[in-house]
């Protein structure tokens, strides 16, 4: 699966501004395949354990607040080189430097409220996608 997969959140701010169907067009327009995908809301236990990378640096507490603040829809993209390809087709993580026609470009509002996350690594996407789905729910 190396390299074939990567991990996506629409964030809080993106579903709370009814931009659901709008960017998993975009992704589905980006060449990729869905093969496991949710509607669910993260307590601010889980946002931290998800981004406890981040604990130390003084976004955290920000960061956590911000993903437990309402619904998200977590998915597995699959694809040829599915994180460089996916980190493309989302753009910067600051919208104001993301490319035309990118997911950030369209639908986010601020550095922190930037629509989409996206997996960094290959391996951090194996890591992201079993956080949120046991193998049965993921249909490669």
């Known amino acids: 699966m190396s390299g074939k997969i990567t991990f996506t959140m629409i964030k809080p701010d993106a579903v709370r501004n009814g931009h659901i169907g ?63 390809s996916f980190r493309t087709l989302i753009g910067a993580t600051n919208p104001a430097e993301a490319a035309e026609g990118t997911i950030r470009a369209a639908y986010a509002t601020s550095i922190g409220e930037n629509a989409v996350h996206g997996s960094d690594s290959d391996e951090n996407a194996q890591i992201e996608a079993s956080f949120h789905f046991s193998g049965t729910e993921m249909f490669m």
Do not use: C
Not at 46 to 61: L, M, N, S, T
């Open 22 to 84: 709008a960017i998993l067009n975009k992704i589905n327009e980006g060449g990729f395949k869905i093969v496991a995908m949710k509607y669910t809301q993260l307590s601010k236990e889980k946002a931290g354990e998800f981004y406890a990378v981040h604990k130390e640096r003084p976004f955290y507490g920000e960061l956590v607040d911000f993903m437990s603040s309402g619904p998200i829809v977590a998915a597995v993209l699959q694809g040829d080189n599915a994180v460089e």
